[in-house]
């Protein structure tokens, strides 16, 4: 039987992968039901670099899967596949800015912002999108997911010990 404590430490893993919410999320959940800070933070980035490797290798295979739901006899797959070209359109606009006039740099601090609509989910796709090659991406996303945690993380623990006491 899985302990509570476990269960806990499974479902910051579980947040560090899932699109949207990812490290910086999983930290504030961590942190907020009082599991150790710094073991979050670990935990949360190690899951993160792990991510950014997969989706570095995968984003191709999951870009082709998602444009082959465009013919689908199925409403429901012709639906993602909308959502998914509608989603591409939206990041070329919020990330060219980013990325052809800092590059690297661009897409590093594009995945690190703690805001909605980064992280390294979108990150792999601006990456794949603007044809940045697989040693890059690995890095801008394995970095900006670390500094967007470490963000994330400096404020979830100020505001838990500073001011929560």
Known sequence: MISLSSFHWLLVLLFSITPTVEGRYAIIYGI?????????????SITIVLLAIALGALIHYIDSLIIGFKDSRYELFRAVYRFYDRYLLRIRRKARPYIEKYGLIGLIVFVAAPLPGTGVWTGALVSYVFGIDRRRTLLGLSLGGVLSNLIVFILAFFFKVVLWG
Do not use: E, Q
């Open 32 to 44: 907020g039901i009082g599991l150790d800070p710094k073991h979050v933070f670990i935990v949360a």
